[in-house]
């Protein structure tokens, strides 16, 4: 079983940029379709983006297109998530996850059914 760690959350101005990072563990995740989701106290958790076990596809919510960029290094076993101009309303716990079967489409809508989530990293979007 893969261990996923999120990091590089915080406190960051509107129009700023972050870069949130998932360091996996256990096992390569190089075979893998991987994804960042989101959520808010009392609101279901929403899908931000995936990407493919090579990189070469790469999905987004609409809210989040053209602003920030999913991209991994397997050789590091890490994916990342560029927030780049961020506005209040992604305030969020960003979860990373990865899932043995489903496709970095399938994710899109199949979120509940993922194997390996890590605890998440709060991102703070002011003023």
């Known amino acids: 079983q893969v261990q996923l760690v999120e990091s590089g959350g915080g406190m960051v101005p509107a129009g700023g940029s972050l870069r949130l990072a998932c360091a996996a563990s256990g096992r390569t995740i190089s075979n893998y379709a991987m994804g960042w989701f989101r959520k808010a106290p009392g609101k279901e958790r929403e899908f931000v983006a995936s990407?493919?076990?090579?990189?070469?596809?790469?999905y987004y919510a609409d809210s989040v297109k053209g602003r920030f960029t999913i991209s991994r290094d397997n050789a590091k076993n890490t994916m990342y998530l560029q927030m780049n101009s961020p506005k209040p309303e992604d305030t969020d716990v960003y979860y990373c996850?990865?899932?043995?079967?489903?496709?970095?489409?399938?994710?899109?809508?199949?979120?509940?059914?993922?194997?390996?989530w890590g605890q998440g990293t709060q991102v703070t979007v002011s003023l």
């Open positions: 996850a990865q899932d043995n079967l489903l496709s970095a489409r399938a994710m899109i809508t199949m979120g509940n059914q993922l194997d390996a």
């Open positions: 990407i493919s076990y090579n990189g070469k596809e790469n």
